[in-house]
């Protein structure tokens, strides 16, 4: 067999995974006994497994986390009210195939963003297209974006993400053109993607912050009444790893 121009046909092709795979197998004596199906298939496992890490990488990329969090990592030990059983239960990403929301609320410190982050972080693993957002960054892009000619391009990018990370809300009141950006994205997204939020303020404080009763109701309505709640409290996480070090 002509091994180098078989591997440069695979690379060619795009076929890493096969490629590497073969250049493997014809270095290990211990697979001569496997027949032609057999090694075929570690080939084609290997180019799967190849495609499939690739695609994770790009939608770990394009989500743009603000942290490097995962579940296996999430410290359980620290008091602040996280239930473990109900985080597992999340991890499965079941309410992102069921569209529905997760709200995570607690004061500063309390390990909000990494806790979003990832859970964001899993959906990536397990297929989703995922986004992450700060709430005031967003903001300023969208206002931004009605000056330029980008504000429908960039709802259409936020309406096509699977999961849609919305970090920090509730830092401050929301103006008129917030409230109807904000429903705007959540109208886009209402029973068709799934949206996480995390705010210090409390949700019964939510209307209230929103301002406009009227649209209020229709934010909340299209946030609150499916979502999964993770009610955090405690001292700063920060404040007890930098008592620590």
Known sequence: MLLH???EKLTTLR??????ALDEQMRMNSLDDLGFEERLGILLDREMAVRQTRR???????ARLRQDGCI????FRHPRGLDKSLVMR?????WIKEHNNLIITGPTGVGKTFLSCAFAQKACREGYTTL???ITKLFEDLALSKGDGRYLK????FAKADLLVLDDYGLEQLCR??????????????????TLVTSQLPIDHWHEQIGDPTLADAILDRLVHNAHKIKLDGDSMRKHNANLT
């Open 132 to 134: 992450y957002l700060r």
């Open 5 to 7: 121009p078989t591997l």
């Open 56 to 62: 994770m990488n790009t939608r770990l990329r394009k």
């Open 177 to 194: 053109d917030q409230r109807h950006d904000l429903l705007e994205i959540l109208e886009d997204r209402h029973g068709l993607k799934s």
């Open 15 to 20: 076929f890493t995974g096969m490629a590497t």
């Open 154 to 157: 960039l709802l259409a990018s």
């Open 90 to 94: 999340l991890a499965g990403c079941e």
């Open 72 to 75: 296996e990592d999430i410290n």
